[in-house]
């Protein structure tokens, strides 16, 4: 089995900055590739970021871009660094782990979860 826990969440004022972290325990993930999505009240589960096994290939969302960067500690951690945070970044942040060969944004493509961590960013 696999477990994935993130951290890292809080309440942050507009305009400043947040560093998720994801500890990942169980099966090696050296080859899969790892997420962090978000989901608001009322809204479908989005993924903000993406990342190959090798760190080489990233994807964002166009909400997000210039203001996430995803990493990855080989298969033991990933991270999620947000600057510039503004209110619609509010949601509760999950991160994810899919075997799934290509970089994907694709809920449905990634097999384990995290429980989530709340972002709550004031106005």
């Known amino acids: 089995q696999v477990a994935l826990v993130e951290s890292g969440g809080g309440l942050v004022q507009a305009g400043g900055s947040l560093k998720l972290s994801c500890a990942i325990s169980g099966r090696t993930f050296s080859r899969y590739g790892l997420a962090w999505f978000r989901q608001a009240p009322g809204e479908e589960r989005e993924c903000m970021a993406a990342i190959t096994w090798s760190g080489g290939n990233t994807y964002y969302a166009e909400s997000v871009k210039g203001r996430f960067t995803i990493t990855r500690d080989g298969n033991k951690n990933t991270f999620l660094q947000m600057d510039g945070l503004k209110p619609e970044d509010t949601a509760v942040y999950y991160c994810?782990?899919?075997?799934?060969?290509?970089?994907?944004?694709?809920?449905?493509?990634?097999?384990?979860w995290g429980p989530g961590t709340q972002v709550t960013v004031s106005s």
């Open positions: 994810a782990a899919t075997s799934y060969g290509v970089l994907t944004s694709i809920a449905a493509r990634y097999t384990y």
